[in-house]
């Protein structure tokens, strides 16, 4: 609905203030555009669509490798992540001349910017994912003859693999990103070089139809992991319902006047009856009593 709203929109916008289709194409002409070069698009877009995933593959080796090795070791951490850190850093679009330099125009520049631009959210949540193990939960395995190396292999990098799977949501669509700006200047082929053509020719339409396709491209494969992480992180969905399960009353958290944790009724401090209180003064020792003589005071 939100995008139908949107599509309605600008659609109203092009047409009430009679906007140039050189300028801001409307929805239709961008539509027409797409359906004139349907076979051109698709074309571009598979050869954008596979480079992007043969960078995206290597970043998730990558990044796998190295989060591991950062978050299992403290020195590796010190030693590794700044580094990685100022490399992100770095803008990635000025890698390409370097990498034009280095492997020619072609897919080469395209997949190694993907990848640059891609692993970087990968390694960091696995080394995060990693570092969330209890100590007092590894202590406890160390105990039972566990090694150091079966703790991060069987507890450490399953329980990574909400962070893993939210990374790879994140990099995919970057890793797009950084193939269509390789392509803009570094291949004759791809999304990025269809870009660079249809604004040349003045065919805004076009071009905005090669943009919406990379888009919905980013958005299918998000999509994609986020079923995948649905299936495979089951555990942690039924963790989550458990814990709510085990949670008190609505009355008790606040909701419905309560509030939590729940306030333990005071109990006042019980005062002996005057007569027995008499009795013991005048014996100490009066057996009907359970407290010291001493308790009085």
Known sequence: ??????????????????????????????????????????????????????????????????????????????????????????????????????FGIGIGPAILTAFLISFFPIMVNIATGLATLEPELEDVLRVLGARRWDVLIKVGLPRSMPYFYGSLKVAITLAFVGTTVSEMTASNEGIGY??????????????????????????????????????????????????EARRPPRACTGLAGGSWPPQRPERTPERPQAPQTRQFLKNPWYPSTNRSCFAIF
């Open 194 to 243: 269809l870009l660079i053509s249809a604004g040349s020719a003045m065919q805004m339409g076009l071009a905005f139809a090669g943009l919406l396709t990379v888009g919905v491209m980013a958005m299918a494969m998000y999509e994609l992991f986020a079923v995948i992480e649905k299936h495979t992180t089951a555990w942690r969905t039924a963790a989550r319902r458990g814990s």
């Open 1 to 102: 609905m939100l995008l139908l709203a949107i599509v309605a929109l600008w659609q109203a916008v092009c047409s009430l203030f009679d906007v140039s289709e050189f300028i801001f194409p409307s929805p239709a002409r961008i539509w027409n555009q797409f359906w004139e070069f349907k076979g051109v698009i698709a074309g571009h877009a598979w050869r954008s669509f596979w480079v992007t995933m043969a960078g995206f593959g290597i970043a998730i080796m990558v990044g796998v490798l190295l989060g591991f090795v950062i978050g299992s070791s403290r020195v590796a951490y010190a030693a590794i992540y700044p580094l990685m850190t100022g490399f992100n850093a770095l803008p990635k679009a000025a890698f390409v001349p370097i990498l034009v330099v280095w």
